[in-house]
């Protein structure tokens, strides 16, 4: 599976963007989409899963201003991120994995290619 990423972009704090993740076959069969971001000097760390039963999980930081929301007919998974802030400044991925309940970068089956973020004062 091919993961194609895009929608990243520079935005003023506040802002709003939407992240795309669109994959070359069915994620039907695929039961953890999650978004991870990775800023400069810092290790990659998960932002958002869901599962193909519904399940999703935020890290404390995006909670009540990012959503991730898959299609499965459109192979696409999405992520709304609202209220902007400097510190959401990183690369965005997107990764797709058979397993539920990932966690670990190395547990993700695919991944993306990569959306920047850059968010100024």
């Known amino acids: 599976v091919q993961l194609q990423a895009c929608g990243g972009g520079s935005v003023q704090a506040g802002g709003s963007l939407r992240l795309s993740c669109s994959a070359s076959?069915?994620?039907?069969?695929?039961?953890?989409m999650g978004w991870y971001r990775q800023a400069p000097a810092k290790q990659r760390e998960l932002v958002a899963s869901?599962?193909?039963?519904?399940?999703?999980k935020y890290v404390d930081a995006v909670k009540g201003r990012f959503t991730i929301s898959r299609d499965n007919a459109k192979n696409t998974v999405y992520l709304q991120i609202n209220s902007l802030k400097p510190e959401d400044t990183a690369v965005y991925y997107c990764?797709?994995?058979?397993?539920?309940?990932?966690?670990?970068?190395?547990?993700?089956?695919?991944w993306g290619q990569g959306t920047e973020v850059t968010v100024s004062s």
């Open positions: 869901k599962t193909t039963d519904g399940s999703t």
């Open positions: 076959e069915s994620i039907s069969s695929i039961n953890d």
């Open positions: 990764a797709a994995g058979f397993n539920y309940g990932l966690v670990r970068p190395w547990q993700y089956d695919f």
